[in-house]
């Protein structure tokens, strides 16, 4: 499941075009089947976009819909029509249609041809994700794990080489798409000899490892070349957490943040400035701390406009948060709709009033996420830990409503109390606020209704498979 793990007729949602500019391209379509609206969704021109923008078109009695979506440049994104999830990618010259019935769909129009190869790839299980589930199926050695990714890049390739054989494709989806494999190829094979000494328990020394894998470090995966690929930032990020973590294992003096740092500083040309932009932005979103020493030494590259924008959109952004730390949330939040297992519309405001007097742990999941799934019983554990006392545990999921959805989210959770979801899913004002992009997210509100955190302590310990005392003691305080 994308849990993104996510076109107005004519409004959109989040903010619409950025300070530059702004093209708007077209997009009409008839819906078969799958909803009452088209949701457009993480639609990101820029490798540092977190996860974009998100628009939605209603879809009239007659089935057709019409949107104007504005674009800067080369963008891709998602399409979401009832359960079903399509990839999406638009440049500033198009006007595309498409028909949309369950999981089919057809593009026609300037932009068709690009969108219909990316289907074709999603329909031969080729997308990157292919080679991440692989990567952490289990069912791999180095050997076997070398050869799928071997047949996997000839298999992309292929696809492409043959369908522009016949049909011309826009130069930059064919750019973004071999930078794409190329990026993929190399990150697998330089990550997989993580995965497998956790999933082994064996060192690194004692794998023997083939040539094939021992051309992939973390500087062979920098290019410059790659800077403006979404997909490209957030790899060589991952790599530099792997490579940053192995370190600090075996050092007690310095943090997987220090090595990090090392990491970032001795890649070369345009991504190093890029890297550092999006390691001071995740420090800022999972942390919510400013680090004014390492921003010092970002702003000493002398970084490009975007970069410098970017970082200082996050510092305003998390400032703007912080504001609302020991205060009712605005009207808008409190407004926003959630509905309860047995069909109740409510608004979160009427959440949080039916709630006061006790401190309320909000936990934001889905059924389709792995991490809010494995956190359930350590949540139980705690409230078990603090029943008699006045704190209410509140489940809120991001999930589509349909047949059997609360027999499910009671099954995954192990508790049938206080269950909800959210109407408008991801797409509510508290997401937005908050830029809450994944889930779980945890939310801790004082007695009176008041936010105390609006990233707070998950309920276990990754690292430990244990229960986060941390947590239990916050929440104790609050009493």
Request: glycine fraction near 6%; proline fraction near 3%.
């Given at each position: ?5 996510l076109?107005?007729?004519?409004i959109?949602l989040l903010?619409g ?5 702004c093209d708007?391209v077209?997009?009409t379509?008839?819906v078969?089947s799958?909803g009452?609206?088209v949701?457009?969704?993480h639609m990101?021109s820029?490798?540092l976009?977190?996860?974009g923008?998100?628009y939605?078109a ?9 949107i104007?979506?504005?674009?800067t440049a ?6 979401n ?6 990839d999406?990618?638009i440049?500033p010259?198009d006007?595309i249609?498409l028909t949309?019935?369950?999981?089919s769909?057809?593009y ?9 190869l ?7 299980n ?9 990567m952490?199926?289990g069912k791999?050695t180095?050997e076997?794990f070398v050869?799928?990714m ?12 043959t369908?522009?054989?016949t049909?011309?494709?826009?130069s930059?989806y064919i750019n973004?798409?071999?930078s794409?494999?190329q990026i993929m190829?190399?990150y697998?094979?330089?990550r997989f000899?993580?995965?497998y000494?956790?999933q ?6 004692e794998?023997a490892l ?9 500087y062979?995966l920098?290019s ?11 790899i060589?990020m991952g790599a530099?957490?792997?490579a940053?973590?192995a370190?600090?294992?075996n050092d007690?003096?310095k943090?997987i943040?220090d ?7 001795n890649?070369?040309?345009?991504t190093r400035?890029y890297?550092?932009a ?5 420090k ?5 701390i ?7 030494s970002?702003?000493?590259l002398?970084p490009?406009t975007?970069?410098?924008d970017?970082v200082d959109?996050?510092?305003?952004k998390?400032?703007k948060?912080q504001?609302y730390?020991?205060?009712?949330l ?6 926003l709709?959630?509905?309860d ?13 039916n ?5 309320i ?6 059924l389709?996420?792995?991490p809010?799934?494995?956190a359930?019983p350590?949540s139980?554990?705690?409230k078990?830990?603090?029943r008699?006392?006045s704190?209410?545990?509140v489940?809120?999921?991001v999930?589509?409503?349909r ?12 508790t049938?109390?206080?269950h ?6 991801m ?8 830029e809450?992009?994944?889930?779980p997210n945890?939310m801790?509100f004082d ?5 105390v955190s609006y990233?707070a ?7 430990t ?15």
């Amino acid at each position: 499941m994308r849990n993104y793990l996510l076109i107005v007729a004519a409004i959109a949602l989040l903010t619409g075009c950025k300070p530059k500019k702004c093209d708007t391209v077209t997009v009409t379509g008839n819906v078969l089947s799958g909803g009452d609206k088209v949701y457009f969704m993480h639609m990101k021109s820029s490798s540092l976009d977190n996860v974009g923008e998100t628009y939605e078109a209603p879809i009239d009695t007659n089935g057709y819909f019409s949107i104007e979506i504005p674009v800067t440049a080369y963008t891709t994104g998602l399409i979401n029509a009832g359960n079903y999830y399509h990839d999406f990618v638009i440049s500033p010259t198009d006007h595309i249609s498409l028909t949309i019935n369950g999981d089919s769909i057809i593009y026609t129009g300037a932009g068709a041809n690009k969108n219909t190869l990316n289907n074709l790839v999603q329909i031969n299980n080729l997308g990157v994700n292919r080679a991440f589930m692989e990567m952490f199926s289990g069912k791999h050695t180095p050997e076997s794990f070398v050869f799928f990714m071997g047949k996997y890049k000839f298999q992309r390739d292929s696809i492409i080489n043959t369908f522009t054989a016949t049909n011309s494709v826009d130069s930059n989806y064919i750019n973004g798409y071999n930078s794409e494999t190329q990026i993929m190829y190399c990150y697998a094979l330089y990550r997989f000899p993580y995965v497998y000494i956790e999933q082994t328990g064996k060192t690194i020394e004692e794998l023997a490892l083939s040539e094939a894998y021992k051309y992939h470090t973390i500087y062979d995966l920098t290019s410059d070349e790659y800077i403006h690929n979404g997909f490209y930032v957030n790899i060589i990020m991952g790599a530099i957490h792997d490579a940053a973590y192995a370190k600090s294992m075996n050092d007690t003096l310095k943090t997987i943040d220090d090595y990090k740092l090392e990491l970032i500083m001795n890649i070369p040309g345009l991504t190093r400035e890029y890297i550092m932009a999006k390691f001071i932005n995740n420090k800022i979103a999972f942390d919510q701390i400013v680090d004014s020493t390492v921003v010092a030494s970002f702003k000493m590259l002398n970084p490009t406009t975007e970069t410098m924008d970017y970082v200082d959109n996050s510092i305003a952004k998390y400032v703007k948060k912080q504001s609302y730390i020991g205060a009712i949330l605005p009207d808008n939040v409190l407004a926003l709709e959630l509905e309860d297992t047995v069909g109740n519309k409510l608004t979160f405001g009427q959440l949080l009033d039916n709630n006061k007097g006790n401190v309320i742990y909000l936990d934001m999941w889905s059924l389709g996420c792995v991490p809010c799934r494995f956190a359930m019983p350590y949540s139980n554990q705690l409230k078990d830990e603090l029943r008699g006392k006045s704190i209410s545990f509140v489940y809120i999921t991001v999930d589509k409503k349909r047949e059997n959805l609360w027999g499910e989210v009671v099954k995954a959770s192990m508790t049938d109390k206080n269950h909800y979801r959210f109407v408008d899913n991801m797409q509510s004002d508290l997401h937005k606020l908050f830029e809450i992009y994944w889930v779980p997210n945890y939310m801790i509100f004082d007695k009176s209704g008041k936010l105390v955190s609006y990233s707070a302590e998950r309920p276990v310990n990754f690292e430990t498979e244990t229960l986060n005392n941390k947590l239990k003691e916050q929440l104790l305080e609050l009493l």
